[in-house]
């Protein structure tokens, strides 16, 4: 093979190889030796058929297994020879080809940067602490105690007023016309919770078991039936009831309604998950300004290729996102103002990744087969039994996918690392002031960050960016999840602000809007999508454990379909 260097420029190399006829037809006879005694043909007893008419038979498809078999090695042996460090995929394109003649490949590529030895000595953190006390989980428990509050008749002649809980018939009119969705029974809603449309439970506070009345409405414009969306409308109600919530005390009964044993239980258990919610916000906040710290002290090139792959990825969420805003299009538009922002992002996820990797590279830092075969247990429990060992057999055999799943647990071990190696001082501060500083676009360790570009978001979707960046979750202890007898209270703790769907949800509820503001509610963290550089993309994952696109085989170009003639 002739090796031929027709580009370095920067990051960017571009090869040609010229393949001899010699090389590929030695494959070719070699591949005829290997398939003969397994052809069957009319005439011929088994493994006897001569190699000539194997040939003519198989020829075609030998020759382009041959010659994508030779590409592929000669690729291999390329790498190895220039000791390039692929960034991505190297780009092979195969000229005009013909069989019997040379074939003449092109390979372009963006090689992985000669990265600066890191600078990690000097690093300095605050540690950001708040202390788990007995007035969060009294906060926790009289939650709890309101959710689960029970409704009692009210005393004969009650007015219903906030808080209560009425239950109804109703008929929705438009243009004094019933339309499609809007009659129901025995729906249940209580006064106050901004469950229905604007207008709707204001109307309710006065009415009596046994009121008939119309109220007036008018559906928002967002409304997710287009038909009713704007438009005014009256609903006949026949109140059926109303009912007062009566108390619900916070004592050993509150926490056997949950599946657990005592009060002193559920307490435990509800300090236990606000100390490592507490704990998840404190890593956040010093993994942000130590990430702030090697970003601002280290500047070095990066692949265009892998920024582009990194952004796009980005982008991708981002424009899922924005479909399920309120105005998807305004969401878009914002978006579209920030690009140039986002792709900074990009770059620094990338930066830092390659930086992270070498650190880890650099002493030591490994992600065990034991915790990997850890990992790959864990992310196959979201498949079901019948798909989950062809999910684990797809990691094994797919380099990407590994790295993919290992990555967030490596990140997390350099990290950790540093932690070791820095200087931290501790102050104790209270969630607000936490919260608030995780979100604050000044304040950074370095004192030199003058723009924070990982912040500079549309504000509406940051809690939602936050959700998807967030990639520790793969990578929890086991240890640390509740043992097999409290699952059912744990997952009841978590569901606790969930409010569950009741009979004419469908129709009047502004559905999702209130569903996404629950979910806002209940992110532990708001994390900054671009310090949870490396768990978001292949690229940043491959960049950050370490893995080079060079292990992954090459793509196969196909060689030309010969003429009939050539055949």
């Known amino acids: 093979m002739q090796t031929v260097e027709t580009l370095n420029e920067g990051l960017k190399r571009a090869y040609t190889l010229k393949i001899t006829a010699k090389d590929i037809d030695s494959k070719v006879d070699a591949e005829l030796k290997r398939v003969a005694p397994q052809v069957r043909m009319p005439g011929f007893r088994p493994g006897k ?21 030779s590409i592929q090695e000669g690729v291999q042996q390329l790498i190895a020879e220039q000791r390039i460090r692929p960034a991505m995929q190297p780009s092979v394109s195969l000229g005009d080809y013909a069989p019997g003649e040379d074939a003449d490949v092109t390979v372009e590529l963006e090689v992985l940067p000669d990265v600066p ?41 009650h007015a219903a007023a906030a808080g209560d809980l009425v239950e109804m018939d109703f008929v929705g009119k438009v243009n004094d016309v019933a339309f499609d969705g809007g009659t129901g029974e025995d729906m249940s809603v209580e006064i106050g919770t901004g469950r229905l449309i604007p207008g709707f439970e204001d109307q309710l506070v006065g009415v009596k078991a046994g009121d008939e009345t119309q109220i ?108 399920h805003e309120e105005d998807p299009a305004g969401a878009l538009a914002e978006m579209e103002s920030e690009r140039d922002d986002y792709r900074k992002i990009a770059e620094r996820r990338v930066r830092l990744g390659l930086l992270l990797s070498e650190i880890g590279q650099a002493n030591g830092v490994e992600v065990s087969n034991q915790e990997m075969q850890r990992l790959i247990a864990q992310a196959a429990q979201q498949y079901g039994p019948e798909d989950r060992k062809r999910f684990m057999d797809y990691v094994q055999q797919e380099p990407m996918a590994a790295a993919q799943l290992r990555a967030p647990l490596y990140e997390d071990k350099v990290v950790d690392f540093l932690f070791g190696k820095a200087e931290i001082s501790d102050r104790e501060v209270t969630r607000e002031e ?56 744990a997952k009841k703790l978590e569901d606790a602000d969930i409010e569950p769907a009741a009979p004419g949800d469908d129709l009047v509820q502004a559905e999702p809007v209130k569903k996404a503001a629950t979910r806002k509610a209940k992110t532990a963290a708001p994390v900054d999508a671009a310090t949870e550089l490396t768990t978001s993309s292949p690229v940043a994952a491959e960049a950050a454990e370490g893995t080079q696109a060079a292990d992954a085989p090459v793509k196969k170009p196909r060689a030309k379909k010969p003429a009939a003639d050539q055949a």
Not at 124 to 150: C, G, H, M, S, Y
Not at 312 to 321: A, M, P, V
Not at 456 to 475: L, M, W, Y
């Open 117 to 157: 030895t890191p600078a990690i000595e000097g690093l300095t953190l605050e540690r950001l602490t708040v202390p788990a006390d007995e007035a969060a989980v009294n906060a926790q428990l009289q939650k709890f105690a309101e959710q689960q509050k029970r409704f009692e008749d009210a005393p004969e002649g």
């Open 216 to 323: 007036e409405v008018t559906f928002p414009a967002d409304y997710q039936v287009k038909e009713l969306a704007g438009q005014p409308a009256t609903f006949d109600l026949k109140i059926k009831a109303v009912k007062v919530a009566g108390e619900t005390a916070i004592d050993d009964t509150l926490a056997t309604s949950l599946g657990l044993e005592s009060l002193e239980q559920l307490s435990g258990l509800l300090k236990g998950q606000i100390e490592q919610e507490l704990n998840g916000l404190t890593r956040t906040y010093m993994k942000r300004k130590l990430l702030d710290q090697l970003a601002e002290g280290h500047d070095f090139p990066v692949p265009p290729s892998m920024v582009e792959a990194e952004f796009s990825q980005i982008w991708s969420q981002l424009e899922h996102e924005a479909s």
């Open 434 to 489: 936490l919260e608030a500083a995780i979100e604050s676009d000044e304040g950074f360790s370095t004192g030199t960050h003058t723009h924070d570009h990982d912040n500079h978001k549309p504000k509406a979707k940051k809690a939602k960016q936050a959700d998807v960046a967030e990639g520790d979750a793969a990578a929890v202890d086991a240890e640390a999840k509740p043992k097999p007898a409290k699952k059912a209270a």
């Open 49 to 69: 058929v001569p190699a000539n008419l194997v040939r003519k038979m198989h020829g075609e498809s030998l020759m382009q297994d041959a010659l994508n078999s």
